[in-house]
Structures are given as structure tokens and as C-alpha cells.
């Protein structure tokens, strides 16, 4: 979700799902020791739970980057061992991480001993042509052993030449078995399940098998997902549309009065009418240069306004 789960995002994820635990964009070790702390850690006290997402391969730098994680406020710090771009690749971690779990193993105890609040990994099954369950059984064992308990599990392999980082996360075949029998055989440990779920049956039959599911882009493009998620699981009755929208007027309105642009909030609701009558208008006028450039909130809820009233329309003539 690099570029994707900024705080902005998560705010409006927050607004649809009080329970679901919310994860930043990967933020590398580099970023934070040597760039704009500030920038890359501040979150919202709505956020919580939050969980901040460290991509590194060096223990002495995650245990600091661990510690800043902690400093800021976040709940969780999660290793990223399965991004398979070659941005990620260049700097040997990511997926490429798999290979060597002795090192992700220290990596974590580095961690651990550097804050207390809870250290995960997410992972891949395997890497390459690696197909073989006993990889990332071997794996989960050894990162366990180092006193990991809560393993995300993307349930493919990253192919690390000759595939895009989207045709990583659709190309390589779903081995949903393999998380199962993790489950299975490491009961003590916490697995959650990750890749092409896509609806409310899918994340229901996967919590038949394993502690929890991670939903990555399909939350992003149908956002209202969930809330459908969040009522069918803690049986609240999913908010109105319009009561998101209401909520990100207002948290727009004081970022932009402290030099935020509302595009950069705008752009993560364009999915919120997904699927819905009008969804369109809504995409338009928040992707509107001109509407954009006046940098005024309020034009959320014009957007709003405008959306549900072609909605009314069209349920009159129905």
C-alpha cells in the first residue's frame, strides 16, 4: 500500500470500521533515520489501533526505527517481508527477506527488545519457484522461535524478476491451504490471511480457518466494504455514506486550515459510491482540477449532496 495508506487514508478507513486494525504505507529504515520523521510517523489519535509497517533488513536500524514507532504512539510494529518491487529488492529486504529467516529472526528480537509493543511479519509463502509448503513452515518457525506471535500471511509467492509488483499480486497462484495449515500446525501463533479477498463471504470462510484477514487494494477501491465488514462481524449497523463524508469534511476542514491540500485527502474517497447509482458524479467532482484547486472542504459536501440527489432521482422514477 506504499503511496496508498497515508494517514489521511487511514483516517477515512477509521470512519468506516471502528474495530479493524489500520497499517501504514512501508516506511524504510532510510526514511526515517535520515528524512522527515515528522512527516512519515505523525497519525491522528482517531487512527488507533494503528500499526506502523517498517521495511529494513538491519536489526540495529529496525530496533530504532522500532523505538521511533513506539515514541509516536503506534500499537504495533510490523516487518515487511513481502513486498517483491525492485525498489525493495535494491535495498534486500521485502520478499527477498524469505531467504534468510535467521536474519528476519534477528531483525525481530532487535525489535522486540527495543519496545514493547507487539512486533509482527508479513510474509509471502515463498519466493521464485520455492512452491514447497516446508519453506514457509521453516520460515514462521524460526521468526517464532525469536519471539514473533503474529504472522500476515500474503497467500502467494513474489516472483522477484520478470513480474510487476500488480502482477505479483495476482499472477502467482492463491495457495489459501498453506495459511490453513499454518494455522493448524503453529495453533499458539496468530495467522491472518492476505490476497484476493474480495468479499464478505470470502473474509467469513477464512475466519472458519485462521485468526484474521488483511484486506489490501480491494478496501481502497470499495472502501464501504468495511463497514459491510465491520456490521456483519460486531453486528453495528454500517454508517450512511453521507455520515462518512460529514466526518472527512470536518477532518478536512482543520487540515486544511494547518496547509493540507484537499487532494490529498479527496483522492482516497473515490471510492466511497462504489457500485452505487451516480457513483461517478461523485468520482468526478472530487477528481475535478479546477473544484480542487479552490482547496475548500466544502466541496466534499457538494459532492455528497449532488451524488445522493441523482440517487433520489433515480429511486423516484424506479
Not at 8 to 24: E, G, I, K, M
Not at 28 to 40: N, S, Y
Not at 71 to 81: A, Q, S, T, V
Request: glycine share 6%; hydrophobic share 45%.
Amino acid at each position: 500500500m506504499m503511496d496508498w495508506s497515508d494517514r489521511h487514508c487511514r483516517f477515512f478507513f477509521r470512519q468506516l470500521s471502528p474495530h479493524a486494525v489500520v497499517y501504514t504505507e512501508m516506511v524504510t529504515t532510510g526514511a526515517l533515520i535520515h528524512g522527515d520523521v515528522e512527516r512519515h510517523l505523525r497519525c491522528h489519535p482517531a487512527e488507533h489501533p494503528v500499526a506502523l509497517q517498517l521495511g529494513g533488513s538491519e536489526p540495529v536500524d529496525l530496533a530504532r526505527c522500532a523505538m521511533l514507532g513506539q515514541e509516536y504512539g503506534y500499537d504495533e510494529i510490523n516487518l515487511n517481508c513481502g513486498c517483491p518491487s525492485e525498489r525493495v529488492q535494491h535495498g534486500a529486504f521485502g520478499a527477498c527477506l524469505m531467504a534468510e529467516p535467521q536474519l528476519v529472526a534477528n531483525c525481530v528480537k532487535a525489535m522486540q527488545d527495543a519496545v514493547v509493543v507487539p512486533v509482527t511479519v508479513k510474509h509471502r509463502l515463498g519466493i521464485d519457484s520455492i512452491e514447497d509448503y516446508d519453506f514457509v513452515r521453516r520460515f514462521v518457525e524460526t521468526v517464532a522461535a525469536a519471539g514473533c506471535r503474529t504472522f500476515f500471511v500474503h497467500s502467494r509467492n513474489a516472483v522477484l524478476k520478470g513480474l510487476s509488483p500488480k502482477e505479483n499480486r495476482a499472477v502467482p497462484p492463491l495457495k489459501y491451504d498453506y495459511v490453513y495449515r499454518l494455522k493448524r500446525e503453529f495453533p499458539e501463533l496468530g495467522i491472518v490471511i492476505n490476497g484476493g479477498v474480495e468479499t464478505l463471504q470470502a473474509i467469513e470462510q477464512h475466519l472458519r480457518h485462521v485468526d484474521g484477514v488483511m484486506l489490501g487494494r480491494v478496501a481502497y477501491h470499495d472502501p464501504y466494504l468495511l463497514a459491510a465488514a465491520e456490521a456483519r462481524l460486531f453486528g453495528d449497523p454500517p454508517p450512511a455514506r453521507a455520515r462518512i463524508v460529514q466526518a472527512m469534511f470536518e477532518y478536512a476542514r482543520e487540515e486544511v486550515a494547518h496547509g493540507t491540500s484537499l487532494r490529498a485527502i479527496a483522492r482516497h474517497l473515490l471510492g466511497l459510491y462504489h457500485g452505487q447509482p451516480n457513483a461517478r458524479l461523485w468520482r468526478r467532482m472530487l477528481s475535478d482540477a479546477a473544484m480542487l484547486a479552490a482547496n475548500r472542504p466544502e466541496l466534499l459536501l457538494q459532492a455528497m449532496q449532488a451524488t445522493e440527489a441523482a440517487q433520489a432521482e433515480i429511486a423516484a422514477v424506479a
